[in-house]
Every structure is written in structure tokens, then in C-alpha cells.
């Protein structure tokens, strides 16, 4: 069952209200708190507020080929000053996780990771496991929901334009693109095991070859990686190989608990058909439609209100 929302409604087409910050109503501590997952170790971060005792936890992991810097740290925090603990962690071949070849999207490999990083939050002391959720955005939205639906004591999912399927994904990109994107895809299984991975871009303008290359897609991805950061834009070209059948929308109907969808009207990446259909597959969902694009939903006035969202969903499912 579908609850279908669409944000600022009933405001017509006015811009909906500028919001002052919240104030932090819980100090929090943050620590290092690193997991194995097939024999490598992931790095993940624990944000514990220091009050209530035992406070629900939310699951976070980074989109597509980025990092668990690249903004999470600022959502993580806000649900931290809410009382939430939560547990933000890379994938392998991420970040500050092990693994070779760096950059490597495989939604086999990332799935597996989260199901590590949700058996390492459920040995924490101090937690309420039983009151757990995953959160995720864009690529790993998608693997949050094939997560929850192989683990019925996961009590609430949140996924923020969310990818959920790669068949839709692919039929959204323009026919001269597939030729080239299946050449670089079978160019790198091939090439990886002798001579090393054969990468692409992650992210590009429209005019040039990359795994996004959406309108927007560069200036937005950019966006979100920190000043300072070594992050490589590129990733092994054999992604292009899975990503069709990459469809986490097949596993929605196994999905039991209350589920949470934030598409965005605007998105030039997901196609918001998709995500009402995967809203339609769902048990317990409600569907927020938002005027903006994919990359919007990270900062300014748009972040604020996916985050009011977000926080109301949770605090409906996760508090008593």
C-alpha cells in the first residue's frame, strides 16, 4: 500500500518557507568503529548521542562511486542531535575501506557490505537494535531496500531519489551511449585480470562519455566532495555490465517494514516513474514527490525539507 504525498501541495506553486536551523537538542559523540566484511575491512563512524540511553540507530552508506564524506557526515549529525545513533560506514574499495581496485561498483559486493554493517551494529552495546532503520540515497537506496528485504527485523527504510531500477536507469540514456558503455564494460572484465582495471569517468558534462553524464550530473556530483578530498573520478568500467540488472524493485514486495521514498519530479538520473512503481511494489510505503533534481536534495531549502520528512517518518516508526 502506497501513501502518496506530494511535498508543498497545498502551497500551490509558491516556494514553500524559508526554515530557520534546528537547534541540536542532543550533544553526541562520534567513533571509529570499523567492520569486516569477505575478509576486508570496512570503515565506518558511530554517532552516539548521549541521551536517550538506548537510542534507535540508522544504517548510512555513500551513493554511487562516492564516499561516506561526500555530505552524509551532515546528515548523520543532524539525526544524531535528534537522538539517533547512527552508523555510517564506506564500502569496500571505498574510501577509508580496504580493497582493490578502488572505486569498484558492484552492487553484489555493496549489498554484502551492508548486511556486515547492519551485524556489526547489532553487536554494539548500549543500542536499540530493535528499533533499527536504513538510510540510504540514490545508489544505496537501492541496496538498502534488497537489505531489508532479506532481513525482516529491520524496522524502517528511508531512501532519498532513490535508484531501484537499473533497466530504467539504462532506457533513460540515449542509444548512441549503450554501444559505447557495453564496449568499456567488456574491455575491463577482460583487460582486469591481466593488465588492471580499464576506468571511466563517474561523473561528466553531457557532451562527454561518463557513467553519469546527465545535465547537471558533473556540477552536482562535484558538489558533494569535500574540500581536500583524493577522491579519483573514475571507477572500473565493468559496471556497465551489472547495472541493468541491477533491479532492487524486485525485491520490494519482500520488503515488510514501512519504507519511505523521497523522489525527486526534476530527477535527471532516476526516472520518477520507476520510483512510483517500486512505491507500488511495497508493502508499507510512503511515496514524497518534490519538485527538484537529483543532486537538489543535499543542501539548502530542498535539503531542509527532505530532512523534515525523514525525521517525521522515523520518529513515527522508530519512537515510542
Same mark, same amino acid.
Given at each position: 500500500?502506497?501513501?502518496?504525498?506530494?511535498?508543498?501541495?497545498?502551497?500551490?506553486?509558491?516556494?514553500?518557507?524559508?526554515?530557520?536551523?534546528?537547534?541540536?537538542?542532543?550533544?553526541?559523540?562520534?567513533?571509529?568503529?570499523?567492520?569486516?566484511?569477505?575478509?576486508?575491512?570496512?570503515?565506518?563512524?558511530?554517532?552516539?548521542?548521549?541521551?536517550?540511553?538506548?537510542?534507535?540507530?540508522?544504517?548510512?552508506?555513500?551513493?554511487?562511486?562516492?564516499?561516506?564524506?561526500?555530505?552524509?557526515?551532515?546528515?548523520?549529525?543532524?539525526?544524531?542531535?535528534?537522538?539517533? /545513533? #547512527?552508523?555510517?560506514?564506506?564500502?569496500?574499495?571505498? *574510501?577509508?575501506? !580496504?580493497?582493490? +581496485? =578502488?572505486?569498484?561498483?558492484?552492487?553484489?559486493?555493496?549489498?554484502?557490505?551492508?548486511?556486515?554493517?547492519?551485524?556489526?551494529?547489532?553487536?554494539?552495546?548500549?543500542?536499540?537494535?530493535?528499533?533499527?532503520?536504513?538510510?540510504?540515497?540514490?545508489?544505496?537506496?537501492?541496496?538498502?531496500?534488497?537489505?531489508?528485504?532479506?532481513?525482516?527485523?529491520?524496522?524502517?527504510?528511508?531512501?532519498?531519489?532513490?535508484?531501484?531500477?537499473?533497466?530504467?536507469?539504462?532506457?533513460?540514456?540515449?542509444?548512441?551511449?549503450?554501444?559505447?558503455?557495453?564496449?568499456?564494460?567488456?574491455?575491463?572484465?577482460?583487460?582486469?585480470?591481466?593488465?588492471?582495471?580499464?576506468?571511466?569517468?563517474?561523473?561528466?558534462?553531457?557532451?562527454?562519455? /561518463? #557513467?553519469?553524464?546527465?545535465?547537471?550530473?558533473?556540477? *552536482?556530483?562535484? !558538489?558533494?566532495? +569535500? =574540500?581536500?578530498?583524493?577522491?579519483?573520478?573514475?571507477?572500473?568500467?565493468?559496471?556497465?555490465?551489472?547495472?541493468?540488472?541491477?533491479?532492487?524493485?524486485?525485491?520490494?514486495?519482500?520488503?515488510?517494514?514501512?519504507?519511505?521514498?523521497?523522489?525527486?519530479?526534476?530527477?535527471?538520473?532516476?526516472?520518477?516513474?520507476?520510483?512510483?512503481?517500486?512505491?507500488?511494489?511495497?508493502?508499507?510505503?510512503?511515496?514524497?514527490?518534490?519538485?527538484?533534481?537529483?543532486?537538489?536534495?543535499?543542501?539548502?531549502?530542498?535539503?531542509?525539507?527532505?530532512?523534515?520528512?525523514?525525521?517525521?517518518?522515523?520518529?513515527?516508526?522508530?519512537?515510542?
Amino acid at each position: 500500500m502506497t501513501r502518496d504525498t506530494s511535498a508543498w501541495r497545498r502551497r500551490g506553486r509558491e516556494d514553500p518557507p524559508e526554515r530557520p536551523p534546528r537547534p541540536s537538542n542532543y550533544e553526541f559523540s562520534k567513533v571509529t568503529a570499523n567492520f569486516e566484511s569477505a575478509g576486508e575491512e570496512c570503515a565506518g563512524w558511530l554517532y552516539r548521542p548521549d541521551r536517550p540511553a538506548d537510542p534507535p540507530v540508522i544504517v548510512m552508506a555513500h551513493g554511487f562511486a562516492g564516499e561516506r564524506t561526500f555530505r552524509l557526515p551532515t546528515i548523520a549529525e543532524r539525526f544524531a542531535e535528534r537522538g539517533y /545513533a #547512527v552508523f555510517l560506514f564506506d564500502y569496500r574499495n571505498f *574510501g577509508d575501506s !580496504e580493497g582493490e +581496485p =578502488r572505486n569498484l561498483v558492484s552492487p553484489s559486493r555493496h549489498v554484502a557490505d551492508w548486511e556486515a554493517a547492519v551485524a556489526r551494529v547489532r553487536r554494539f552495546d548500549d543500542l536499540d537494535t530493535g528499533r533499527l532503520a536504513l538510510w540510504g540515497t540514490s545508489f544505496s537506496a537501492g541496496h538498502a531496500l534488497v537489505t531489508a528485504a532479506g532481513d525482516r527485523r529491520v524496522s524502517a527504510v528511508v531512501g532519498q531519489v532513490p535508484f531501484v531500477d537499473g533497466r530504467a536507469v539504462t532506457r533513460n540514456k540515449p542509444l548512441s551511449y549503450l554501444p559505447t558503455a557495453l564496449g568499456a564494460g567488456l574491455r575491463d572484465k577482460l583487460q582486469s585480470r591481466l593488465l588492471g582495471p580499464y576506468t571511466v569517468p563517474v561523473v561528466g558534462d553531457p557532451e562527454e562519455f /561518463a #557513467v553519469l553524464n546527465e545535465p547537471g550530473a558533473r556540477s *552536482g556530483f562535484m !558538489e558533494l566532495v +569535500p =574540500r581536500g578530498s583524493t577522491w579519483d573520478n573514475e571507477c572500473p568500467a565493468r559496471i556497465f555490465l551489472s547495472l541493468p540488472r541491477y533491479r532492487p524493485i524486485t525485491h520490494c514486495e519482500d520488503v515488510t517494514c514501512p519504507t519511505l521514498l523521497l523522489a525527486g519530479q526534476h530527477d535527471e538520473i532516476i526516472p520518477l516513474s520507476s520510483v512510483e512503481a517500486a512505491a507500488e511494489a511495497l508493502p508499507d510505503a510512503t511515496l514524497i514527490r518534490m519538485p527538484v533534481g537529483h543532486f537538489d536534495v543535499y543542501a539548502g531549502e530542498a535539503f531542509e525539507q527532505v530532512f523534515g520528512h525523514q525525521i517525521a517518518f522515523l520518529d513515527s516508526v522508530l519512537r515510542d
